[in-house]
């Protein structure tokens, strides 16, 4: 199983909604990430977590909140969004933190907050 | 100064063609390095790593210049479904990403 599964697949909120993305994997990585992308742009990181522990934040609006609560999963909880977050939500894996090996993405997850 | 620098193209070469992507980044204690091909609404794939030795895969030749730090992707007979945005990726601490290069490959 080489895979990342995200769901959903599509999302539309509105402004004052509560929602919650999820992202599983099953290769026994240890470090999982969320990046967030925009059209024509690279993916851009948010959080990375390292042994179920948040290691890195990249200034993320506490809007966005990620949650990691075993070495399988990993959620981004969404609070009171704006329009412009509206974007394609990408979980990734990775064997370990500072290995050499590459990351595995999901398909992602589409948002427009409305 | 970005982590990685990549010419965004686009790209629009005939079938058949060969076509060389490059990049560079900033961090001379990267780790890896890698080429992921993204299709439009997808979301990236590996395309290949890539060693200092340089590797080859089928029509696809990946070679690292860590002295130059500058990396690069060779496409040969390109194919219309090589069509997609690839994007330069350098491991440190975390995954940096290029802003991808734009191919459309032309019938």
């Known amino acids: 199983d080489t895979e990342v599964t995200q769901t959903p697949k599509h999302l539309v909120m509105g402004m004052t909604n509560k929602k919650s993305l999820k992202c599983e994997q099953h290769?026994?990585?240890?470090?999982m990430y969320w990046y967030k992308q925009k059209a024509k742009k690279p993916p851009e990181l948010m959080f990375v977590y390292s042994y179920e522990k948040l290691s890195i934040n990249e200034s993320v609006p506490s809007r966005f909140s990620p949650e990691c609560p075993n070495s399988s999963l990993l959620n981004l909880h969404l609070h009171a969004l704006q329009p412009e977050d509206s974007a394609l939500y990408l979980c990734a894996s990775s064997q370990e933190p500072l290995s050499n090996t590459e990351a595995f993405f999901g398909q992602g997850t589409r948002l427009t907050v409305v | 100064r970005k982590e990685v620098e990549q010419d965004p193209g686009p790209f629009n070469v005939p079938e058949g063609a060969t076509v060389a992507f490059n990049c560079t980044y900033s961090n001379s204690a990267s780790q890896s390095f890698f080429w992921y091909r993204q299709d439009c609404r997808k979301e990236p794939k590996l395309l290949m790593s890539v060693y200092s030795s340089g590797n080859e895969d089928g029509r696809f030749t990946a070679q690292l210049n860590r002295a130059s730090q500058y990396i690069s992707l060779l496409i040969r007979d390109s194919k219309l479904s090589d069509s997609a945005t690839y994007l330069c990726?350098?491991?440190?601490?975390?995954?940096?990403f290029g802003t991808g290069t734009s191919l459309t490959v032309i019938p």
């Open positions: 290769m026994g990585h240890r470090a």
């Open positions: 990726v350098v491991h440190g601490n975390q995954f940096y």
